[in-house]
C-alpha cells in the first residue's frame, strides 16, 4: 500500500476527476488490483514473463506484457468497482502500475533490500501456498 501511496500523487490524490473522499478507495482497490493482476499473470502462464521482470530482462516495464496485464486488470476493477470513467481508469493506471511494478522490481533484485527477494516473489508468484497476498500485502502495506 505505501508504495501505491508514494507514486499515486496526482494521478489519484490530486486528480480533480477523483472525489477527495473516494481517494483511500481507489488507492485499496489500485493496491489489491495489482495483487490480483499479479497473480493472474502467474496462474495464466506469464510466470515467464514476470520471471524476465523480476531477473530485470527486457527493457521497459511499462511495456512489459505482464505489466499491461495488470495494468488493464486494474482499469478494470477501477471501472466496476468504484464507477470510475474508463479515461480516468486508464490514467490512474498507465501512471501508477508500471511505477509500482517497477520498485517492487528493483527490491527484488536489491541484495541490500531483504523486505523481497525473487526467489520468494517468484515461489508466491507460482501459488504455493497462496503466498502472494500475504507477501506483496506485507510490501504493500
Known sequence: MNLVQQHAGSSVITNPAIPNDQNDSVLQTVTGSIMNGLGQQAQGGGLGSLLGMVTGQGSNIADHPATQGVQQHVEQDLMSKLGISPQVAMSVASAVVPMVLSKLM???????????????????????????GGMLGGLFK
Do not use: E, F, I, M
Not at 109 to 123: E, I, K, Q, R
Open 106 to 132: 528493483h527490491k527484488a533484485n536489491d541484495p541490500n533490500d531483504s523486505s523481497v527477494d525473487a526467489g520468494s516473489l517468484l515461489n508466491s508468484l507460482g501459488g504455493q501456498g497462496g503466498g502472494l
